[in-house]
């Protein structure tokens, strides 16, 4: 998957990378409240491949979440390089999350109405580009993930696969520095899951972007430099992940 030429170099994040510590979630409801995470602490170094494991209701997509500034914590700290993530208001993250950060899903969110490309586009809209600078942009995008071929098809007419390619291309095409992809094979048959993995850390080994994936899957935690194990909202486990080959037996 090569570079085209046009394509800025894509942004590194700062040095000392993305710090949380003694992270907490609450929810209530009522007379109730629930703790998600009880006091995480974890750091995401540049260019790392980190999987974060945990059964359902371990509180992974949350921490995912917090990290991608789409959800705030009740209590404890986050830091990118020498910047208080909590300190900054909506539009100061709103910001920087469409800026340096990129994000995949299992559920593609892809609006049905727009085609390929102006799915793609969006990020760039978001910025004020113009509208013909941000189509050429996303089909050099989209040829890059071998949709070159789909850029006006609506979501509706692309297989799973695809759509999911569209995802990456929508995630990639403002150059972030962090791509969070919360279970990105779980709606895909084993091949198309492994192609898709193979892309992802194609973009992580040789354009140095840092990626973190929510799995249950111990086959793409294996593929990953780093594994964590959030169970009960705490993390049980953070090693190097294990050796083994693509497409391991699910968890």
Same mark, same amino acid.
């Given at each position: 998957?090569?570079?085209?030429?046009?394509?800025?170099?894509?942004?590194?994040?700062?040095?000392?990378?993305?710090?949380?510590?003694?992270?907490?979630?609450?929810?209530?409801?009522?007379?109730?409240?629930? &703790?998600? =995470?009880?006091? $995480?602490?974890? #750091?995401? %170094?540049?260019?790392?491949?980190?999987?974060?494991?945990? +059964?359902?209701?371990?509180?992974?997509?949350?921490?995912?979440?917090?990290?991608?500034?789409?959800?705030?914590?009740?209590?404890?700290?986050?830091?990118?390089?020498?910047?208080?993530?909590?300190?900054?208001?909506?539009?100061?993250?709103?910001?920087?999350?469409?800026?340096?950060?990129?994000?995949?899903?299992?559920?593609?969110?892809?609006?049905?109405?727009?085609?390929?490309?102006?799915?793609?586009?969006?990020?760039?809209?978001?910025?004020?580009?113009?509208?013909?600078?941000?189509?050429?942009?996303?089909? &050099?995008? =989209?040829?890059? $993930?071998?949709? #070159?071929? %789909?850029?006006?098809?609506?979501?509706?007419?692309?297989? +799973?696969?695809?759509?999911?390619?569209?995802?990456?291309?929508?995630?990639?095409?403002?150059?972030?520095?962090?791509?969070?992809?919360?279970?990105?094979?779980?709606?895909?048959?084993?091949?198309?899951?492994?192609?898709?993995?193979?892309?992802?850390?194609?973009?992580?080994?040789?354009?140095?972007?840092?990626?973190?994936?929510?799995?249950?899957?111990?086959?793409?935690?294996?593929?990953?430099?780093?594994?964590?194990?959030?169970?009960?909202?705490?993390?049980?486990?953070?090693?190097?992940?294990?050796?083994?080959?693509?497409?391991?037996?699910?968890?």
């Amino acid at each position: 998957m090569s570079r085209p030429a046009t394509a800025p170099a894509a942004p590194s994040i700062e040095s000392t990378g993305l710090v949380l510590s003694a992270v907490r979630k609450q929810y209530t409801v009522g007379p109730v409240t629930t &703790e998600i =995470l009880k006091g $995480v602490d974890l #750091g995401v %170094r540049q260019g790392d491949s980190l999987a974060i494991m945990g +059964g359902s209701g371990s509180g992974k997509s949350t921490l995912m979440n917090i990290m991608g500034l789409m959800d705030r914590p009740s209590s404890g700290s986050c830091l990118l390089g020498d910047r208080d993530l909590l300190r900054m208001d909506d539009d100061e993250r709103s910001d920087l999350r469409n800026r340096r950060m990129g994000f995949i899903f299992q559920a593609f969110h892809l609006l049905p109405h727009l085609s390929a490309w102006r799915n793609v586009a969006l990020p760039l809209v978001y910025r004020g580009v113009s509208v013909l600078e941000a189509r050429r942009l996303a089909v &050099e995008m =989209l040829e890059r $993930v071998e949709m #070159g071929d %789909r850029v006006d098809h609506r979501p509706s007419q692309l297989s +799973g696969g695809q759509q999911q390619r569209v995802g990456i291309a929508r995630a990639l095409i403002g150059r972030p520095a962090i791509v969070f992809a919360d279970e990105p094979t779980a709606a895909l048959d084993r091949d198309t899951g492994c192609e898709i993995m193979d892309q992802l850390l194609r973009l992580n080994s040789e354009e140095g972007i840092t990626l973190v994936i929510v799995t249950h899957d111990r086959g793409v935690a294996r593929q990953c430099s780093r594994l964590v194990r959030l169970e009960n909202g705490v993390i049980e486990e953070s090693a190097p992940a294990p050796a083994g080959p693509p497409g391991g037996a699910p968890g």
